[in-house]
């Protein structure tokens, strides 16, 4: 079975940290391009950064930049969102998706064209 699962999601207080992962399971990650994306309640699901499994480009809303990083872990099949200097704004479900189509750069907010979602994780940051 193809899929994706996020975990690491959590209640974590006003400038604090929590690092995402997004594991997939039944296909490598290779090659693939990889995005994070969020939806705070009543929202629309917005991305938040991405990245290319090839070249390792990474991109970020500005919303984020400078707080949050994308990496990647091969052995693991794994992708990472460090999430640093929370805010309560940050308060969202968080999802990872993958894009099988290799790509030199990509754009945080490209929502369409990602083969595999996972179901999200919960990040809560509240005092």
């Known amino acids: 079975q193809l899929q994706l699962v996020e975990s690491g999601g959590g209640l974590v207080q006003p400038g604090g940290s929590l690092r995402l992962s997004c594991v997939a399971s039944?296909?490598?990650?290779?090659?693939?391009?990889i995005g994070w994306f969020r939806q705070a309640p009543g929202k629309e699901r917005e991305g938040i950064s991405c990245i290319t499994r090839s070249n390792r480009n990474t991109n970020y809303a500005d919303s984020v930049k400078g707080r949050f990083t994308i990496s990647t872990d091969n052995v693991k099949n794994t992708v990472y969102l460090q999430m640093n200097d929370l805010k309560p704004e940050d308060t969202a479900v968080y999802y990872c998706?993958?894009?099988?189509?290799?790509?030199?750069?990509?754009?945080?907010?490209?929502?369409?064209?990602?083969?595999?979602w996972g179901q999200g994780t919960q990040v809560t940051v509240s005092a």
């Open positions: 039944g296909f490598t990650l290779d090659y693939y391009t």
């Open positions: 998706a993958a894009d099988r189509i290799p790509r030199e750069w990509c754009r945080y907010d490209r929502k369409t064209g990602y083969d595999y």
